[in-house]
């Protein structure tokens, strides 16, 4: 998964193995992946991204176990 630029949250502490990263992948696609599971990689597109930033931040996932 190095062709990607990955990128973590500036609220992640220094190298925590606990953060959300993101990257930026070919004609704009968004990816995802856990950074315990590197391997792990979800595409997804942009407004589905926007939706689910807007319901972290809205708290709308408090709680939800995964």
């Known amino acids: 998964m190095s062709r990607w630029e990955w990128r973590k949250s500036s609220f992640s502490a220094g190298d925590a193995a606990n953060c959300v990263e993101l990257a930026n992948g070919p004609v704009g696609a968004p990816h995802l992946?856990?950074?315990?599971d590197?391997?792990?990689?979800?595409t997804?597109?942009?407004?589905?991204?926007?939706?689910?930033?807007a319901s972290v931040k809205a708290g709308h996932l408090d709680g939800v176990q995964g």
């Open 38 to 42: 590197p391997a792990t990689v979800i």
């Open 44 to 53: 997804t597109t942009r407004p589905a991204l926007r939706a689910l930033l």
């Open 33 to 36: 992946r856990e950074s315990t």
